[in-house]
């Protein structure tokens, strides 16, 4: 059992504290998010564990892999894939040549092949596109290749950072069924997002992350019940 556990972690750049004594976990198997408002910690906590920025103290340990000082590339060759905020796909590369960029880290071509064609399984929108530009897609499809190029890494645990960012919320929807679809083929994921409504209905747990701290958590359930979540993140 590959569980993530994040205890007490402090993160600085320069002067700026950004993370302060953050803790949480997520299980094999489970949707965990992370809520938060503009500027909370939530990329720094996503950066984080890929090995992209360094903790000053606390705790992140994925399994046996300890992420506070595992290399980026031994992070992701391990199964921890991070699809960053604003997609980052490639404009003149095609859907196709976008796909086959997230098996950099897989030895195997046949591996890849096959998992390319799971993707266009799961998102057969991206197969009748696929020798198309990735800067003339639209906003969700071209989140459906960011995540569709992670898959083709196979994680085992898929790190999303507002996957809904920008999109309409028939898209958000759409977006939301996939990231099912996937932790239902055996991927644990984790997802940080300001869209509480659309997150909270797919996940099994929550966190709320204010000014770099855990300030609430639970059932998803139970965080969109709550009075203080509606308030803050749910608009009233
Ligand atoms: P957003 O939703 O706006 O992306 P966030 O919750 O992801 O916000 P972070 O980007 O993690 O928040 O930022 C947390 C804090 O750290 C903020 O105060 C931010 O200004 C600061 N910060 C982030 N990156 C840097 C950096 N490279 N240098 C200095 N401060 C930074």
Known sequence: MSTLTVEAADVYYG????????????????????????????????????????PKSGTVQWGDLDLATARPWDIVSAGLIHVPEGRRIFSTMTV??????????????KQIGRRVDEVYALMP?????????????????????AIGRALIGGPKLLLLDEPSMGLAPLVVKQVM??????????????????????????????????????TMSGPAAELAADARVIDAYLGG
């Open 15 to 54: 002067r700026v504290h950004a993370l302060r004594g953050l803790s949480f976990e997520v299980r094999e198997g489970e949707i965990v998010c992370l809520l938060g408002n503009n500027g909370a910690g939530k990329s720094t906590t996503m950066n984080m564990l890929s090995g992209l920025v360094r």
């Open 96 to 109: 196709h040549e976008n796909l086959l960029l997230g098996g950099y880290t897989v030895k195997d071509q």
């Open 125 to 145: 929108r991206l197969a009748e596109r696929r020798k198309q530009q990735g800067g003339t897609l639209s906003g969700g499809e071209q989140q459906m290749v």
């Open 177 to 214: 069924e996939t990231i099912q679809a996937v932790n239902a083929q055996g991927t644990t994921v984790l997802l940080v997002e300001q869209n509480a409504r659309a997150v909270l209905k797919i996940a099994d747990r929550g966190y709320v992350v204010e000014t770099g701290s855990v």
